[in-house]
């Protein structure tokens, strides 16, 4: 699990949605319109149900466009809260900063009440990679589509649409709007996109890619191997990898070297 995966895992824990009856009906009620709401728009929208840790994904006629589904209107169900056919299609520097916006979302909302967090939504613009192998810039957005009874982020609506806006950006344009006042808060994430990884980290991971072995990087910065080895194994915990040229093709796509 990537430390940004684990940031909002943790956010959903803490919303102790054990403790509540909730109701299943509603989510089959809104499964329901999003479906039609999917069929009409021709995007493609995931409802995230926080606590049963399970994905719904409608996905329209944009993705069978992409390449990313073979149907001109399907349906999948995951045991995940994450949307990975879609996160594996997106690029990993834009989806670094996806996660960190909806963190900073799901956490701006959390002190709210439940009326009040329908008012919020997270938008973006992000690289998604097509049938022909080419990104393409596609319109995400993130909201609460019910809250719990006692008011904690429940279900979640992501969606998924085309834009015109095709200019390349030098981040995802992220954005916390309120829809009843017009209020727009621009967000700012690629400072905390290069704390990711500590100076010692990105230190050790370019010797690493420069060839070096964990004896030869522990003599170039007067450390023990331990130490080295320690580092190497936080790295390819933080980036969900499952070795060291994973890593390094990972830190580099998402420009953390």
Request: charged share 25%.
């Amino acid at each position: 699990m990537d430390i940004l995966r684990k940031e909002l895992t943790d956010f959903y824990a803490s919303q102790q949605l054990g403790n509540e009856k909730l109701n299943s009906a509603i989510v089959t009620q809104y499964k329901s319109k999003i479906e039609a709401l999917s069929s009409i728009n021709n995007a493609c929208y995931v409802i995230t149900d926080a606590h049963a840790d399970i994905c719904y994904i409608y996905t329209g006629s944009l993705f069978h466009m992409l390449g990313i589904s073979n149907t001109l209107n399907g349906y999948s169900e995951y045991d995940s809260s994450d949307e990975d056919i879609i996160y594996n299609c997106m690029h990993p520097e834009d989806l670094v900063e996806k996660r960190m916006l909806e963190y900073d979302y799901f956490r701006y909302v959390d002190r709210m009440g439940a009326e009040e967090k329908l008012q919020y939504v997270a938008t973006c613009r992000i690289r998604i990679r097509n049938s022909a192998g080419e990104y393409i810039y596609i319109r995400n957005t993130t909201r609460i589509l019910n809250p719990s009874p006692h008011g904690k982020v429940w279900l979640i609506l992501c969606s998924y649409e085309q834009t015109s806006e095709q200019e390349p950006s030098t981040d995802i344009s992220p954005a916390i709007i309120n829809n009843h006042t017009g209020e727009v808060q621009r967000l700012h994430l690629i400072h905390r996109r290069d704390q990711i990884l500590s100076t010692r980290e990105k230190e050790i991971l370019n010797l690493v890619k420069d060839g070096k072995s964990s004896k030869q990087i522990a003599d170039i910065l007067s450390i023990s191997i331990n130490t080295v080895n320690r580092h190497r194994q936080n790295v390819l915990e933080k980036l969900s990898v499952g070795n060291s040229h994973e890593a390094i093709t990972a830190a580099i796509a998402m420009k953390l070297l």
